[in-house]
Structure formats: structure tokens, C-alpha cells
């Protein structure tokens, strides 16, 4: 399996990979969110940096939050993806698999 389908479906894994690659490419970040829009849904979902968070539901990275992730997944299309850094304007991906590609590009 590559790393790629190993984080896919981990908001801990890809909440640190995306912290470690931003942090090479902009230096010294401490601190980022991960929005990701669901089509055809008002809310977006949220991954920080302990918490996943959609609408009013919030769960640890735990096995639980994995879950809770992965539950999304399957009920909903992920559309567009914001990488939001502070001080910095957000980074935009047209959609989750983008994003994975440029986080996992070594």
C-alpha cells in the first residue's frame, strides 16, 4: 500500500503529512486547518489539529474521529479542499484527491 491510500482515510495522518509538508515548503508552521467542502452540503468539514469537526459533530483523531471520518466518505462527495495557515492566504485543491497528490508528492 502506498502512503498515499495509507493516509486517505486518517484525519491524523493527514492532518500531520500536510503539516510536515507545509512546514517544508513555508517553513515553521505551527498551525494549520484543513476545511474540505461536501458537495451538496452547507457544512464543511474540518480537520485540526486534534479534532475533526462537521456542523455540530466533533470527535477526537482517535478511532473514533477515524470513523467518524470515514462514515463521511462514504455518505458524501468531498468537493474542494482549503489548506488554511495563519497569516497566509488559504491554499485551494479542486478536490480531496488533489490535495493528497500534493501533500504526498515527495
Known sequence: MDEKERIKYSPFL???KARRYYDDVLTKI???DIEIEI???KEKLVVSLRKVKFGERTKDHGE????FFNEL???YSF???FVKI????PIEFDNYEEFLNEITSD
Not at 473514533?64 to 470513523?67: L, M, N, P, Y
Open 14 to 16: 493527514i492532518y500531520n
Open 64 to 67: 473514533q474521529g477515524r470513523f
Open 86 to 89: 495563519p497569516n497566509r492566504d
Open 73 to 75: 466518505m462514504i455518505k
Open 30 to 32: 505551527t498551525k494549520l
Open 39 to 41: 458537495i451538496d452540503r
Open 79 to 81: 468537493g474542494k479542499v
